[in-house]
T-cell receptor
Framework: DQQVKQNSPSLSVQEGRISILNCDYT??????FLWYKKYPAEGPTFLIS?????DKNEDGRFTVFLNKSAKHLSLHIVPSQPGDSAVYFC??????????FGQGTRLTINP | GAVVSQHPSWVICKSGTSVKIECRSL??????MFWYRQFPKQSLMLMAT?????????EQGVEKDKFLINHASLTLSTLTVTSAHPEDSSFYIC?????????????FGPGTRLTVL
């Protein structure tokens, strides 16, 4: 039972353009969502989060959008930079419990 | 802030031996730490939740006698893979939640690559 899904295993974007990574979830109890970035053979790095009481949170080049009715969230990176190339995981939790991760999307930024 | 370290970063061992992995929160106190494993090109799979001073809570399908977890202090949790076998070879990652600051952000260690021959 995959409660958090990232349906795109990979995404390729040109440098300077916007990268949009998507994530869907099934559990309506989730009340907190996070995005992590991961390089090979390293631990994930926290990027940005959003509470279910909000529909948008912005931090520099990163913006996360939450659509509760569609049970969908997305991460926008603009402008995309070569250093953004990594695997991005979305994660969800409820009541400060454990995180449930999606399968990850490999983002490649092309020069 | 919010730095989590793991030691060792990689280890190669013979089948049947035990391996201990340490996870430390360096600049914050973590009442809760988590242990994950990741197979190549797959997501992070939660193995267990470790609470300081109490027994760990294991996810379904994870053998608690195989993966011993100790969380003796607010800054240290250890995972011991007992009688390791080649199928235990994986990338093990710990995370810690700041008891005071975070809502639910988990800060991850750099991971430990275990190879069992």
């Amino acid at each position: 039972d995959q409660q958090v899904k990232q349906n795109s295993p990979s995404l390729s974007v040109q440098e300077g353009r916007i990268s949009i990574l998507n994530c869907d979830y099934t559990n309506s109890m989730f009340d907190y969502f996070l995005w992590y970035k991961k390089y090979p053979a390293e631990g994930p790095t926290f990027l940005i989060s959003i509470s279910s009481i909000k529909d948008k949170n912005e931090d520099g080049r990163f913006t996360v959008f939450l659509n509760k009715s569609a049970k969908h969230l997305s991460l926008h990176i603009v402008p995309s930079q070569p250093g953004d190339s990594a695997v991005y995981f979305c994660a969800a939790s409820w009541g400060a419990q454990k995180l449930v991760f999606g399968q990850g999307t490999r983002l490649t930024i092309n020069p | 802030g919010a730095v989590v370290s793991q030691h060792p970063s990689w280890v190669i061992c013979k089948s049947g031996t035990s391996v201990k992995i340490e996870c430390r929160s360096l600049d914050f106190q973590a009442t809760t730490m988590f242990w994950y494993r990741q197979f190549p090109k797959q997501s992070l799979m939660l193995m267990a939740t470790s609470n300081e001073g109490s027994k760990a809570t294991y996810e379904q399908g994870v053998e608690k006698d195989k993966f011993l977890i100790n969380h003796a202090s607010l800054t240290l949790s250890t995972l011991t893979v007992t009688s390791a076998h080649p199928e235990d070879s994986s990338f093990y990652i710990c995370s810690a939640r700041d008891s005071v600051l975070s809502h639910n952000e988990q800060f991850f260690g750099p991971g430990t690559r275990l190879t069992v021959l």
